[in-house]
Each structure stands twice: as C-alpha cells, then as structure tokens.
C-alpha cells in the first residue's frame, strides 16, 4: 500500500449503531487529520493529531470520537449519529518540521463515504 | 476568519474548450494550493504557489497567484473529459490549518 488508505469506503449505519473509521498512512508522516466534506460546503476539519498528541478540536459533536494510536495510524470512533452526519470523511498526512503548519503538503485519502439512517 | 470564495460553483463545458476558475479572499495568504478531486476519490494536489503575480503551467493547465496574494485563478486551455472534478482551493497563512474554498464543479463533455 502507498499513500494514505482510508476503510472502509462506504458504510451505512443506523444513528444506534456503533462503528469505527479507519485511515492508515505510509508516508511516514508526523501530522494526521479528519476533515468532514458535505454537499456545498468547504471542507471542515475535524481534528489534527501531531506526533500522535491532539492539537485541534473544531468543536466537534461527542459522537465523534477520534483516536491515534500512533503516528501510521487514525480512527475515528462513531455512536449514536445523526442523518446529518452523513458526508464524506477524508483523512490527511502531512510532513512539517515542528508539527503541521498550513504551508505543509496534505496528502489525502479517498474518503469514506458515510450514510446515517 | 479568513474565507476563500470560489467562482463559477458549477461549470459543464465541451471537450477543447478553455475555461478559467477563480479563487478570492479578502484576506492575504502565504501561499496558495490547488487541489483536484475526482469523483469517489480525496483531494489531490496540483500545484502550490507561494509568491505574489507568481505563473506555474502544469501542460494545460496556468495557475496564477494574485499580485497582492489575495486571489488565485487556475485556466485549463482545452479541456478534456479526464479534466472533469471538483477544483479546490487552500489558503496558507494565519491560522496553521489551511483554509479551504468550497470549490468549482468542473464536467467536460466529450
């Protein structure tokens, strides 16, 4: 595998199930990140993880919850969602000298497509 | 907080025609990247430009960075089909996050 991996690419869930999104980079970068991508809107970041510590929060809903256990890997825990969650979740790397910064590439995954019923 | 706005939202063309895409702020950015998405797939970088009135070509495709570092626009001179995606734009500067523009729909038309 090369480049950033996200599974699975589509799920389906009901807003009482429980489920895990999963990315996994082999860029051997030290910044990951979860954005959120809906229909007319730009793209809002959801968090950032530096060398494996959390850096960003965007006020994201507790239903959200995300976890690095280290720096090749992010998931993003799922409960009790609602039909409004249902987007793409796109997962990045990048590289920066001291953590991210915005001037930092970031190398994307294809997204899991999500669906809340 | 800084806004990027892109124009035209949408825009379905025939294959060899040529086309411009905006990107506007009010805001100054560090530098400014160009992203292509295709369907079904993440965002992939095309191009980063970094100084004032700064020109880079990628075959067909000109990208040019504002003179006041305020604006971008990216022109394809004869599209083809394979051009087709949604075209994103990301400012630098401020914050350490990149800001994202909500981006151009793009379909050529064989």
């Known amino acids: 595998e090369t480049g950033v991996t996200q599974t699975p690419r589509h799920l389906v869930m009901g807003m009482t199930n429980k489920k895990s999104l999963k990315c996994e980079q082999h860029?051997?970068?030290?910044?990951m990140y979860w954005y959120k991508q809906s229909a007319k809107k730009p793209l809002e970041l959801m968090f950032v993880?530096?060398?494996?510590?959390?850096?960003e929060n965007n006020s994201v809903p507790s239903r959200f919850s995300p976890e690095c256990p280290n720096s090749s890997h992010l998931f993003l825990h799922l409960h009790t969602l609602q039909p409004e969650d249902s987007a793409l979740y796109l997962c990045?790397?990048?590289?920066?000298?001291?953590?991210?910064?915005?001037?930092?590439?970031?190398?994307f995954g294809p997204g899991t497509r999500l669906t809340v019923l | 907080t800084q806004l990027l706005e892109q124009s035209p939202q949408f825009l379905s063309i025939q294959e060899g025609e040529n086309l411009t895409v905006y990107c506007n702020s009010s805001s100054v950015f560090s530098s400014l990247q160009w992203y292509r998405q295709e369907p079904g797939e993440g965002p992939v970088l095309l191009v980063t430009?970094?100084?004032?009135?700064e020109v880079k070509k990628l075959k067909r495709l000109t990208f040019q960075f504002g003179d006041a570092r305020k604006d971008s626009s990216l022109h394809i001179t004869a599209a083809q089909p394979g051009d087709t995606g949604l075209y994103l734009c990301?400012?630098?500067?401020?914050?350490?996050?990149?800001?994202f523009g909500r981006g151009t729909s793009l379909i050529v038309h064989p």
């Open positions: 993880y530096s060398l494996e510590e959390r850096v």
């Open positions: 860029l051997g970068h030290n910044a």
């Open positions: 990301a400012g630098a500067g401020g914050s350490y996050i990149p800001t």
């Open positions: 430009v970094v100084t004032g009135g």
């Open positions: 990045a790397s990048s590289q920066g000298s001291r953590g991210p910064t915005s001037t930092d590439t970031q190398y």
